[in-house]
């Protein structure tokens, strides 16, 4: 890796497909060692991915030195072209897809700003697979009149929503409005006053909305307006996938023990798969799918 002293290796890399023109691309500092937060965050803005994960040895040097067998540590933090994130669940995959290149499948630790997140990568037919293990989750009710407000900014009639999925706010690393739409068409017409979501966003504290339509029994279609990160729309959201698995065991929508599968994307032309995996006993939520680099 270039010294980043000198000017930082860039990498490009998809999460949640294993086609470069699938999936959310984000860029990659494996060496972010020397970078300011002005730096990272003009390095995510010229990069213009939706985040930018920058890795760095970390800071009180504990499991730095372990064998990848054993695991290997980095202080990871994600940067948008507008600010920084706490967690960033793609950029995780990506990130952990591009350091499985070049050591080999094994276990990983991100120290996130959010917390601690083991991160599992492997080989799976030809492709490259990262599965992520969230924070500790949690799930709240949303204000009668920020909800009203959300939908007045997304311009959905509240006759459009799914009364069987109620709306919340979830957390597994990132705040996100969980919001789902009672049919497909719903959800494909994503046309929303960019501002005003932004504005809502800042106040909650919120980092995208998961807009979710329900296929079948574990499968959801969902789409990531991203205003407050200086994007319409995230293409396939890691973060926000740990949250609506949180949100979908917390509301009894789906049991304890589960594997959903998420298709994010493809009303954008970027298709990809998320699998969140929720386990009995474990509050925390699995989010996993292929990565593959972006060629220069």
């Not at 990568?121 to 949303?142: D, R």
């Not at 929503?161 to 789902?180: F, K």
């Not at 966003?201 to 959801?220: G, I, K, N, S």
């Not at 319409?232 to 049991?255: H, I, K, M, N």
Request: proline share 6%; net charge negative.
């Amino acid at each position: 890796m270039n010294s980043v002293l000198q000017s930082p290796e860039v990498l490009r890399y998809t999460a949640f497909s294993d086609d470069p023109e699938g999936g959310n691309p984000a860029g990659v500092v494996l060496d972010a060692t020397g970078l300011g937060d002005a730096e990272m965050l003009a390095i995510a803005a010229e990069v213009g991915y939706s985040e930018t994960a920058f890795l760095t040895a970390p800071s009180d040097g504990a499991d730095s030195g372990r064998s990848w067998s054993t695991g290997r540590a980095y202080t990871i933090r994600y940067f948008s072209p507008k600010a920084e994130v706490p967690f960033c669940g793609h950029a995780t995959v990506a990130a952990a897809v591009a350091l499985g290149e070049r050591l080999g499948p094994g276990d990983l630790v991100f120290f996130t700003r959010a917390g601690t997140v083991p991160v599992t990568v492997k080989q799976e037919g030809g492709a490259t697979q990262a599965t992520l293990t969230s924070v500790e989750p949690s799930v709240e009710e949303i204000a009668a009149g920020d909800l009203d407000e959300a939908l007045a900014a997304l311009d959905w009639p509240a006759g459009d929503l799914d009364p069987s999925l109620p709306p919340r706010i979830a957390y597994a690393g990132a705040r996100h409005l969980v919001l789902a739409a009672a049919t497909r068409e719903r959800l494909a017409r994503l046309t929303y006053d960019f501002a005003r979501l932004e504005a809502l966003m800042h106040r909650l504290d919120l980092t995208t909305v998961q807009l979710v339509w329900r296929a079948a029994a574990e499968v959801f279609h969902v789409r990531d307006p991203f205003p407050v990160g200086g994007v319409v729309e995230d293409p396939a959201t890691g973060a926000a996938a740990a949250a609506f698995g949180a949100y979908a065991r917390e509301l009894g929508v789906v049991p304890e023990a589960a594997v959903l599968t998420l298709h994010q994307g493809e009303d954008m032309g970027r298709p990809g798969v998320l699998t969140v995996e929720l386990r009995a006993g474990d509050r925390r939520v699995r989010v996993g799918g292929a990565g593959a680099r972006i060629p220069a």
